[in-house]
């Protein structure tokens, strides 16, 4: 499947759409990581929290829960990992034998193979890239742990406080990694409507963006950690 195959396929909507795509995806990750600091997005004020978080760890005399709480943040990774992984190897299935969407009983017609399978690329991409993310904040959480384990029990060591705070800074960069790894789910599911043609494609890069931005700065969450930063 050489370049000029690929682009012998598409016409000048498709192309549109798939920029609207690539460029929607890119703008969405960054403009939430980076919100200014009059309207923090939901992530950014969590990871304020996340560092306060090891902050009162390393206060606490019994770390059970915390513990407990990383345990289930590695857990979420590692679901979505699977997930991600399971879901890449059923659409580089669909790539490598788009019957089912072409022929008489296809679902969507009788256009080229090459069509679909170029159509499904984006998807394989995103999801790939997804779960490269959710892989990356598993590890993270890991080193999380093992550096919270390392903070002293002894209040009065110097190293405690260096060591929760880099706690602090390897958990949100994880938490990051992981929010990344779900937009990228996002506009996976919003990159499939391409099948339908570039203008469904591009309602449905609309639509996610839509969502994920109202998540982040519109949410009832959003409203309540804003709460919690006023007051």
Not at 170 to 179: D, E, L, M, P, Y
Request: aromatic share 10%; charged share 15%; glycine share 8%.
């Amino acid at each position: 499947m050489t370049l000029d195959l690929v682009l012998s396929v598409l016409g000048p909507y498709d192309l549109a759409a798939l920029a609207l795509l690539l460029v929607a995806h890119l703008a969405t990750g960054w403009r939430i990581e980076h919100p200014g600091g009059r309207r923090p997005s939901v992530t950014v004020m969590m990871a304020d929290h996340r560092r306060a978080w090891m902050k009162v760890f390393l206060t606490r005399d019994v770390r059970i829960f915390d513990s407990q709480i990383l345990g289930t943040l590695r857990q979420g990774t590692s679901f979505f990992a699977s997930t991600t992984l399971l879901s890449v190897g059923g659409v580089l299935a669909l790539i490598g034998n788009p019957s089912p969407l072409t022929g008489a009983e296809g679902l969507l017609g009788h256009a080229p193979e090459l069509l679909w399978q170029v159509r499904l690329l984006p998807v394989a991409l995103l999801l790939a890239h997804a779960f490269l993310r959710f892989v990356w904040a598993h590890r993270l959480f890991g080193y999380c742990a093992v550096l919270m384990a390392a903070v002293p029990e002894d209040r009065a060591d110097p190293t405690g406080p260096r060591l929760a705070r880099i706690a602090g800074e390897i958990n949100v960069r994880a938490a990051w990694n992981f929010n990344r790894g779900l937009r990228s789910m996002y506009f996976a599911l919003g990159a499939m409507a391409w099948l339908f043609g570039a203008a469904a494609l591009a309602v449905a890069v609309v639509t996610v963006v839509w969502v994920l931005w109202s998540r982040e700065f519109r949410s009832e969450p959003h409203r309540f950690l804003m709460e919690g930063r006023e007051g």
